[in-house]
């Protein structure tokens, strides 16, 4: 199967990470290639492009559409590794980083992976299928009160207890194996007005199922730690978030570098040292244009925000 996916965002993010021709570039969510391809028509020969990607089926696909580009190195690492990759192969400072957060395209239409609710196929749910744990160990383990917690604060649905009750409850008579199963519990579980209403019943659900196999938030906040450190002075972060819980660690963590002053209001000078350590780069962030979002409706609740950094 070939790992096909439409690139958000793809001209404005491109536009806004490229500072330099001949830098060091890292696509940390490299998917289908996308951003990636449209960074090589950028970059000139000394350049150089790493791609980060835990899918097995994203990498090879990037070998095959790389193949002899010696500007490009292709690594199925966790985005969390960023750092470690780039000090092994001593690529350190680097001139843009791009990330492009969710799941993709290819991972959502391929049934057997487990993350739609369209489908019936097994629970799966993991990224990088070396892991261990599964959305089938999850719901089938994990307390009620665990249960509560993630659909609650991932899936942001507010019949989260009630959902958990229904999980606890069906898993006592058999396993939950399948999406399907899951659907039905979730569907069961929520009152039939409130079904009337907003997306489908199992979307919030799914997705906080999907953040907690694989500990998407943790490992974003991570890698955002280290993203700063690696870059050159100049360089530049360009994030795309697809959901409120994304945008608000991206966010946070990007206010946090501006450096803003934490000493009491009535000292006369300030004495906590603060001092900025980025620029936005753009001050609200970008969303897809009318057009795009018509011909890709996944784009639709996507957002931009890029940094760069000053020298200090």
């Not at 970059?43 to 089926?57: A, H, P, T, V």
């Not at 969710?102 to 057997?112: F, H, I, K, M, N």
């Not at 620029?279 to 795009?292: A, F, G, H, Q, Y």
Request: contains cysteine; proline residues 4%.
């Amino acid at each position: 199967m070939v790992f096909e996916h439409r690139s958000v965002l793809l001209q404005e993010t491109v536009d806004l990470v490229f500072t330099v021709p001949d830098g060091v570039y890292v696509d940390c969510t490299l998917g289908g290639g996308g951003h990636s391809e449209l960074l090589l028509q950028r970059i000139n020969l000394q350049g150089r492009l790493i791609c980060l990607d835990q899918d097995e089926k994203a990498v090879e696909n990037a070998i095959r559409k790389f193949s002899g580009d010696t500007r490009v190195s292709i690594f199925q690492r966790n985005f969390a590794e960023l750092e470690k990759v780039l000090r092994e192969n001593q690529l350190l400072p680097v001139n843009g980083i791009m990330f492009d957060l969710g799941v993709s395209s290819p991972q959502l239409d391929e049934a057997e992976r487990g993350f739609s609710y369209k489908h019936d196929a097994p629970l799966d749910m993991r990224m990088d299928r070396r892991g261990k744990l599964t959305a089938e160990n999850l719901v089938n383990t994990w307390s009620m009160g665990d249960l509560t917690q993630i659909i609650r604060d991932y899936g942001e649905e507010k019949w989260a207890s009630r959902i958990a009750k229904f999980i606890t409850e069906a898993r006592i008579h058999e396993p939950i194996s399948t999406t399907g199963q899951m659907v039905e519990i979730i569907k069961n579980a929520i009152p039939a007005g409130a079904r009337r209403e907003g997306p489908h019943p199992a979307k919030r659900t799914f997705q906080a199922l999907r953040i907690a196999v694989n500990r998407e938030l943790e490992v974003l906040e991570k890698a955002l730690g280290q993203s700063l450190s690696c870059l050159a002075d100049g360089g530049r972060i360009a994030v795309i978030t697809f959901h409120s819980l994304e945008d608000r660690i991206v966010k946070k963590t990007f206010q946090s570098w501006m450096g803003k002053c934490t000493c009491p209001p009535a000292f006369p000078v300030c004495k906590c040292g603060a001092k900025s350590l980025i620029r936005l780069v753009n001050r609200k962030p970008l969303i897809p244009s009318r057009e795009e979002e018509e011909n890709n409706p996944r784009s639709r609740s996507a957002k931009l925000r890029v940094v760069e950094k000053l020298q200090v």
